[in-house]
Structures are given as C-alpha cells and as structure tokens.
C-alpha cells in the first residue's frame, strides 16, 4: 500500500486532481503522521484537526465540481 505522506507536491496535486486520493483522506493521514510523530519531536503546540479535516471536505467539493481552486489546496 502507497504511503500517501511520502509523495511529493506534484505527485499529491496529480492525485488529488486525478482523484486518486481525496483530501480529507491526505489530510487524515498527515494528522496520523503528526499525531504520531509529535510525541518524539514535540514539534507541535495545537493539532487543530477538525478545522484541517473542515478544510479537505471543501476542497474535495471543489475538486467533485471542477471548481477552481488555488494551487496550495489539497
């Protein structure tokens, strides 16, 4: 199974945009992966999780439509 969190940008944007991968299911696994890691490296003072997971659900609508979006979304 393909570890999503290890793509580059540009593999990312392909997925998403080829709907290979939804936004709300990259953005769960880079919550997992801070989640995971933050206890080791304590990079983290907030993990605001329900306004990322919000964000992905309107970029995944976005991207369902055609809808134009910015080039950091997803």
């Given amino acids: 199974m393909l570890d ?3 793509l ?3 593999e990312t944007a392909n997925f998403l945009t080829g709907k290979k991968i939804k936004a709300k299911e990259l953005t769960l696994a880079f919550l997992d992966r801070a989640k995971k890691l933050n206890k080791t490296l ?7 999780e329900s306004e990322a997971l919000s964000q992905a659900g309107k970029v995944d609508h976005l991207i369902e ?3 134009p979006r910015g ?4």
């Fill in 4 to 6: 999503i969190t290890t």
């Fill in 8 to 10: 580059t940008i540009k």
């Fill in 42 to 48: 304590n990079a983290f003072i907030t993990i605001c």
């Fill in 65 to 67: 439509n055609g809808s």
């Fill in 71 to 74: 080039p950091f979304a997803g």
